[in-house]
């Protein structure tokens, strides 16, 4: 049973890895682990080429899951971009859904203490810098209009992460395409 409807990225560097947001049943990963079936996307995002692989998967964390589950990667072998799949409820680098991270937001707004379903210390964080985002974007006395703006844009500003959906660039191969010998044998082998 495929599940996945990936949505594809657009503009993306060459080289770089990115997110596939999908509308995925996470208990579906959770019971099937890898043997999950992947809707292939129809592209890379970065490049439009058709062919792309399967490049493993990403053990991945998620509020809810007593253990990781394993997301899909495809790589494009014509521009080296990795790409993996992500759920649609999760932000990028977030274990916790959006929904939690929206009402626990408009709690603090609303001037009401922390929601006792999930731990203070990380809803402290996301306020903190849900401030701290707002106080650079010069939107520190309207912070209710800041909340707005963001949610039209679909940023939602309680992570460190600049950009949703955003890509990053890939390091160098850390090995050489050939052997190389530095240190000169102690005895011959002739």
Known sequence: MKLALPIALKLIPKGTKSLLICRIDL?????????????????????????????????????????????????????????TSR???????????????????????????????????????????FLSRSRESENWARLKSFYRKSLETGDLPVGKRRIYRAAWSTAVQPYLPFAVTVKVRPFSLE
Do not use: N
């Not at 019971?31 to 998967?57: I, N, Q, V, Y």
């Open 27 to 83: 208990q579906k990963v959770q019971e099937l682990g890898k043997k999950f079936l992947w809707k292939k996307p129809k592209g890379c995002p970065a490049c439009d080429s058709r062919r792309l692989w399967g490049h493993g998967f990403a053990l991945r964390y998620f509020f809810g899951f007593a253990s990781g589950l394993w997301m899909k990667r495809w790589r494009c072998p014509d521009c080296g971009a990795v790409h």
């Open 87 to 129: 759920p649609a409820d999760f932000l990028p680098g977030m274990q916790y859904p959006q929904r939690l991270q929206q009402s626990s937001l408009e709690t603090k707004l609303a001037g009401k203490p922390y929601l006792k379903a999930m731990a203070r210390q990380i809803q402290q964080y996301w306020w903190k810098t």
